[in-house]
C-alpha cells in the first residue's frame, strides 16, 4: 500500500473526480446508464432486468423496462455519488442529509447504551450516512481492502474521516465487533448478499437463498438494538434519509428467524421502492439449482426460477397442512366409536 506521500495518475483522478461538484456527478452517471439502457449490453444492465422479472413476476412488461431503466440510472448514479461522498468533508455531507424521518428511533437506541447494528440494504446512496451517524457514535466497519492500493488509500482516508474503525471481513473482524457493540459502539451490516460461506437459506422473494445470518448473530448474541436504514436522493442535491425500527422478534428466536425478519423488510422497501435498489448483484444464483442462471437465455432461467418457486410453495403448503393434523397423543385420546 502506498505512502501518505504518494501522489499517483490513479490517486490524482480519484481526488479530481470526487470534488467534482454533486450534479456534475448525477449528470455523468445519467449520460452513462442511457447507454447501458440503450445498447441492452451492459452486464449491469442484463443481471438487473433478470433480477427484476424473478424478484416481482406480477409486473407488466411495460412496469418492469421502465423500472428496469430507472435502476440502472439510480445505481450508477450512486457508484459516482459515492466518491463524491469519500472525496467531501463530514461537515459537507451532514448537510447534505436534508430531511430524517425516524430519528427518534436512533437516538432512543442511542440512549439505552446496549450498542446498535445498523442494517443497510444495498439501496440508494448508503454511503452518505456514515457521517451523520458518526457525529453521535463511535462506529465500527467491516472493510475488504480493495485490490487497487490508490484507491484503496483514498476509501480508507475518507473513512478515517469519519473516525470509524476499520476491522477484517473475517472472524477476527466480527470479534472486535462484538467487543465494541457489547461496549455500547455501533457496526453497520450490508444483508443483502451472499456469503462465502455458511449463512442460512431463507426466502427471498419466494426463492430461498444462501444468505448472511450475521445481522440476527449480532443482535441476538449482544442484544444490541437493531436499526433499518436507507437513503434517497432528493431534487435538491440533497438526500432524505429513513430510520426503521425492526422488529421486536429480531432479539429472541433463531438466527434463521431474525435473519428472515430482515429479508422481508428489504423485500418490502423494494417492492415501494423498486427503482432504487441496486439490482445488478447476481443474489439469486445464491440457490444450489439456480447457480447458472445468469448465462442462460432470459426466458430458459424465468422457467427454472417458476419451477423452483413453485416447488417451495408446494413444500411450505404441506408443511401447513401437516402441521394443521391433530398429533398422534391426540389421536390415541379420541374415544374409540
Known sequence: ?????????TYRVLKFVSKQPLHFARAFARVLATIANSVKIAKTAKAADLNIRIALPELNAQTRQYIAKEAIKNEMTSYFEFFNVWGASNAKNIARIQNIQGEQHFHDALAQQKGIVLIVPHFGTWE???????????????????KNDDAD???REARSRENAKLVPTDE??????FKDLKRGGTTVILPDHTPNAGGTMVDYFGIPL???NLSAKLIQKTKARALFLYAIRNDNAGYDMFIEPVDDRIYVGSDEDGTKLIHEMIENLIRKYPQHYHWSY?????????????????DEAIAKVQQVRAER??????????SALPSQNVVDQLPTP
Open 172 to 177: 477476527s473482524g466480527v470479534r472486535q465487533i
Open 210 to 212: 444462501a444468505s448472511s
Open 1 to 9: 500500500m502506498p505512502n501518505s506521500s504518494s501522489n499517483s495518475f
Open 282 to 298: 447476481k443474489r439469486f444464483k445464491a440457490n444450489p439449482e439456480l447457480n447458472n442462471i445468469y448465462n442462460l437465455p432470459e
Open 153 to 155: 488509500r483514498f476509501v
Open 128 to 146: 452518505v450516512m456514515n457521517a451523520w451517524f458518526a457525529q453521535h457514535t463511535a462506529m465500527t466497519i467491516m472493510y475488504k481492502p480493495i
Open 313 to 322: 410453495q408446494q413444500a411450505k403448503d404441506a408443511a401447513i397442512a401437516e
